[in-house]
Nanobody
Framework: EVQLVESGGGLVQAGGSLRLSCAASGFTFDDYAIGWFRQAPGKEREGVSCISDTDGSTYYPDSLKGRFTISIDNAKNTVYLQMDSLKPEDSGVYYC????????WGQGNRVTVSS
């Protein structure tokens, strides 16, 4: 059974930083690309970052480039999202999953950025 467990969210002031973690069981990150998604209130879940399992290349929407950094620790089977210079519009619940959203969603990580 695949489980994705996110942690590290919280409340932060605008301009601050947070580091999210997502630990997986039931599959290994070095076999799949993995990404982070977020869902703001009243909005659809959107992808915010992705990292390739083959060459470690990363993807970010233009609006997040330079502020968000995705990384993987394959030994811990954990993916991280370092979020810097946070803005109120970054608030939402953050999840990890494969880019094709292959696995059941975890409980998510609530991030609240106050202005």
């Amino acid at each position: 059974e695949v489980q994705l467990v996110e942690s590290g969210g919280g409340l932060v002031q605008a301009g601050g930083s947070l580091r999210l973690s997502c630990a997986a069981s039931g599959f290994t990150f070095d076999d799949y690309a993995i990404g982070w998604f977020r869902q703001a209130p009243g909005k659809e879940r959107e992808g915010v970052s992705c990292i390739s399992d083959t060459d470690g290349s990363t993807y970010y929407p233009d609006s997040l480039k330079g502020r968000f950094t995705i990384s993987i620790d394959n030994a811990k089977n954990t993916v991280y999202l370092q979020m810097d210079s946070l803005k109120p519009e970054d608030s939402g619940v953050y999840y990890c999953n494969t880019p094709s959203r292959s696995y059941p969603w975890g409980q998510g990580n609530r991030v609240t950025v106050s202005s």
